[in-house]
């Protein structure tokens, strides 16, 4: 049904506009007591042998929202209310933006992609960190707050900014998400470089010290696909170095070559990051490499094309503890998060693994 309200709607429609109006819609619902019950009966389904554990955080099971889809931690019940088990916010920057200028959202239907380059449009993380504060869950649910710096602020100075961001936020935080990969910002994924990444992952973690002394907030980075593959060693090695609690791989890409795209030219050829169906392979290749590298020493998330279940559960085996989703969301509509809730649990329970835990990175261990 979904698929042909997408067809009839949606697809006639401005994806950032559709945007906004699904997201009203899932805003609206979860307000209305009866009808939040409802849906979150049917559409996230509970399942005992999912249930995960990441960097001490306990959640229903380990597929979540990836950042990019509520911006300002305004529909976080709502997303819960549609099966997600973790929801990532933002990305939110240490000033509000406006973003890049519109058209900046682009459909390629034939491919089950998307092209964006938002550029972090956002309404700041002061305004962001007081909705959280003053937010009274409905469901109970693991939010991440995915941090990123201003387009005005110098690249030498984004340390300085991510901190800002970390005073504010952390507090509020399950978990924090350095992210130095989007393509939209200028200059940002330079921030990746090793020389670069240290420091800023330093101060942002003295921040978070700083900010919340009652607890240890867990603090992520989030890597693009494109790095070299000497570049994602270095990064994993890095994150062990320091301590960190996670590696979220992959945001999305630049490429457009070799994807074996099917989408008009134009808009293939439009710039921006592209997430979806495409990034699949390299996401995965660079997950099993991350493994391989930092086995059980880090968690690791997995992101960037997943569409199925089968798709997460690949991603389990090669080394992820959690998974996120948002693109395919866009093609398959609210009842996506149940589907991937009810075939992961089929695949544990016709596999080897007596848990969930116990498949984390098994292909990789098996090609060691």
Same mark, same amino acid.
Request: no cysteine; hydrophobic share 45%; glycine share 8%.
């Given at each position: 049904?979904?698929?042909?309200?997408?067809?009839?709607?949606?697809?006639?429609?401005?994806?950032?506009?559709?945007?906004?109006?699904?997201?009203?819609?899932? %805003?609206?619902?979860?307000?209305?007591?009866?009808?939040?019950?409802?849906?979150?009966?049917?559409?996230?389904?509970?399942?005992?042998?999912?249930?995960?554990?990441?960097?001490?955080?306990?959640?229903?099971?380990?597929?979540?929202?990836?950042?990019?889809?509520?911006?300002?931690?305004?529909?976080?019940?709502?997303?819960?209310?549609?099966?997600?088990?973790?929801?990532?916010?933002?990305? #939110?920057?240490?000033?509000?933006?406006?973003?890049?200028?519109?058209?900046?959202?682009? %459909?390629?239907?034939?491919?089950?992609?998307?092209?964006?380059?938002?550029?972090?449009?956002?309404?700041?993380?002061?305004?962001?960190?007081?909705?959280?504060?003053?937010?009274?869950?409905?469901?109970?649910?693991?939010?991440?707050?995915?941090?990123?710096?201003?387009?005005?602020?110098?690249?030498?100075?984004?340390?300085?900014?991510?901190?800002?961001?970390?005073?504010?936020?952390?507090?509020?935080?399950?978990?924090?998400?350095?992210?130095? @990969?989007?393509?939209?910002?200028?200059?940002?994924?330079?921030?990746?470089?090793?020389?670069?990444?240290?420091?800023?992952?330093?101060?942002?973690?003295?921040?978070?010290?700083?900010?919340?002394?009652?607890?240890?907030?867990?603090?992520?980075?989030?890597?693009?696909?494109?790095?070299?593959?000497?570049?994602?060693?270095?990064?994993?090695?890095?994150?062990?170095?320091?301590?960190?609690?996670?590696?979220?791989?992959?945001?999305?890409?630049?490429?457009?070559?070799?994807?074996?795209?099917? @989408?008009?030219?134009?808009?293939?050829?439009?710039?921006?990051? =592209?997430?979806?169906?495409?990034?699949?392979?390299? @996401?995965?290749?660079?997950?099993?490499?991350?493994?391989?590298?930092?086995?059980?020493?880090?968690?690791?998330?997995? #992101?960037?094309?997943?569409?199925?279940?089968?798709?997460?559960?690949?991603?389990?085996?090669?080394?992820?503890? =959690?998974?996120?989703?948002?693109?395919?969301?866009?093609?398959?509509?609210?009842?996506?998060?149940?589907?991937?809730?009810?075939?992961?649990?089929?695949?544990?329970?016709?596999?080897?693994?007596?848990?969930?835990?116990?498949?984390?990175?098994?292909?990789? %261990?098996?090609?060691?």
């Amino acid at each position: 049904m979904y698929k042909l309200f997408f067809q009839l709607v949606f697809r006639r429609m401005d994806p950032e506009r559709a945007h906004h109006l699904a997201f009203r819609w899932i %805003r609206l619902a979860v307000r209305v007591p009866g009808l939040r019950t409802f849906v979150a009966a049917l559409l996230a389904p509970r399942y005992e042998e999912l249930r995960t554990e990441a960097f001490g955080l306990r959640m229903h099971g380990p597929f979540g929202l990836a950042a990019g889809f509520d911006k300002n931690a305004t529909a976080v019940d709502g997303m819960s209310m549609l099966g997600f088990d973790h929801i990532e916010i933002g990305t #939110v920057t240490g000033e509000a933006q406006p973003g890049n200028p519109r058209k900046r959202l682009f %459909r390629l239907v034939p491919d089950r992609a998307l092209i964006n380059r938002m550029g972090f449009n956002n309404e700041g993380s002061a305004a962001v960190a007081e909705r959280l504060a003053s937010r009274t869950p409905v469901f109970r649910t693991v939010v991440g707050v995915n941090i990123g710096k201003t387009k005005v602020v110098p690249e030498a100075e984004a340390a300085a900014d991510y901190v800002k961001s970390t005073e504010r936020l952390a507090e509020h935080a399950d978990y924090l998400v350095v992210n130095v @990969s989007s393509p939209n910002t200028p200059g940002l994924r330079n921030l990746q470089a090793t020389e670069s990444l240290r420091p800023l992952l330093t101060a942002v973690r003295e921040a978070a010290d700083r900010a919340v002394t009652s607890r240890r907030v867990p603090l992520l980075v989030k890597i693009a696909p494109d790095l070299a593959d000497e570049d994602v060693d270095a990064v994993a090695d890095l994150a062990v170095e320091l301590g960190l609690d996670g590696i979220i791989a992959t945001n999305t890409t630049i490429a457009r070559e070799g994807l074996g795209l099917k @989408s008009e030219p134009s808009v293939v050829k439009e710039t921006g990051g =592209l997430s979806g169906a495409p990034l699949k392979a390299r @996401s995965l290749e660079v997950l099993r490499r991350l493994y391989a590298r930092v086995g059980d020493d880090i968690t690791l998330v997995g #992101v960037g094309g997943i569409e199925s279940a089968e798709d997460a559960w690949q991603r389990i085996l090669a080394g992820a503890t =959690l998974v996120q989703g948002y693109s395919a969301f866009v093609y398959q509509g609210p009842f996506w998060g149940r589907a991937i809730h009810k075939g992961l649990a089929a695949r544990l329970r016709t596999s080897p693994y007596a848990t969930l835990a116990d498949a984390v990175g098994a292909d990789v %261990r098996k090609a060691a």
